[in-house]
């Protein structure tokens, strides 16, 4: 069985807590070991961080997100670094940059109900903050960005980075901009999302990623693939949108060994490696519980 590794995801959303325990069963079935679980906001951290005791295979990971950044309460920083620090397994994320959620969205859209947009500034000021927390205590930061790479590469290069290395989770700015982020520490993971026509230049970029910064990921319970390729159907969510089941990450292994013209094996061993590197190494001799072990043939 391909050794399945989930680099970005959010099992904490509600949409996935009644489906938890059949989830557990489903993602030890296809041979998963391991899945980075991101709070995105103050609320989110203790939950993680309470499914990270229950489920082994989760790989706790605390940030605000820039969607989140605007409703910060004045203790966020010290609840940051008490929930990051309480784990040595913990990382920070999930946090960064989003323009479109400033500029590019529409007035009404559901999604903003109370929210307050924070302007691109202070979500600059918020996500350095945190990329130096990462820095201190040298955890894998993962970042969101979206039509804001400009700027990530200011803050990037403006700010100390954790000497492991980052994540830029389902990376969509240009291929250009692939070897500028990689020779800072970058590593990029692959999402589903590029199959659709209007994120097609994603494809170009993941054919750009040097191999040994290669990921996946699901973000579940977001981004579904198509429903042709959908193996695990859990149906909708209130918004109508389709929930994405974490065990969908065998369908971005695929689809990304499709892209890049590799067989599934050697992409899967590579992508093992990677993720082992980024976010289960003793970097500096912290004691890492595994992932799960492969199940008994
Ligand atoms: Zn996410």
């Not at 807590?17 to 991101?38: S, W």
């Not at 429903?227 to 065990?247: C, M, W, Y």
Request: aromatic content about 8%; glycine content about 8%; charged content about 20%.
């Amino acid at each position: 069985m391909t050794p399945l590794y989930d680099a970005h995801f959010h099992l904490q959303f509600d949409s996935l807590g009644p489906h938890l325990g059949a989830l557990d069963a489903d993602l030890r079935g296809i041979g998963y070991r391991a899945g980075v679980v991101n709070g995105t906001n103050e609320d989110e951290w203790p939950v993680v961080a309470q499914l990270s005791r229950r489920f082994p295979w989760v790989v706790p990971s605390h940030g605000l997100h820039p969607w989140d950044c605007g409703n910060r309460t004045s203790a966020w920083q010290t609840r940051l670094r008490a929930a990051v620090t309480a784990d040595d397994r913990a990382h920070v994320g999930e946090i960064g940059l989003d323009r479109w959620i400033v500029e590019g969205v529409r007035p009404g859209d559901p999604r903003l109900a109370g929210l307050r947009v924070a302007p691109l500034d202070e979500q600059a000021e918020v996500f350095a903050w945190q990329l130096a927390l990462a820095a201190e205590f040298n955890r894998t930061a993962s970042i969101h960005c979206t039509q804001a790479f400009g700027v990530l590469l200011e803050v990037l290069r403006t700010t100390a980075l954790p000497a492991r290395g980052f994540l830029l989770h389902g990376y969509g700015g240009p291929a250009e901009m692939v070897k500028t982020f990689a020779d800072l520490g970058a590593y990029f993971s692959y999402n589903v999302e590029a199959l659709q026509p209007r994120h097609a230049a994603q494809l170009a970029s993941f054919k750009a990623v040097p191999a040994d910064r290669l990921l996946v990921e699901t973000d579940a319970p977001v981004k579904a693939p198509p429903p042709e390729r959908n193996r695990f159907p859990l149906g909708s969510d209130a918004d109508g949108s389709t929930i994405n089941h974490p065990g969908n990450i065998a369908v971005a292994y695929d689809a990304l060994a499709e892209l890049r013209g590799v067989a599934l094996p050697p992409l899967a061993a590579q992508v093992e490696e990677n993720f082992r590197r980024l976010f289960l190494s003793d970097a500096d001799s912290r004691p890492r519980r595994e992932p799960l072990a492969p199940a008994p043939a």
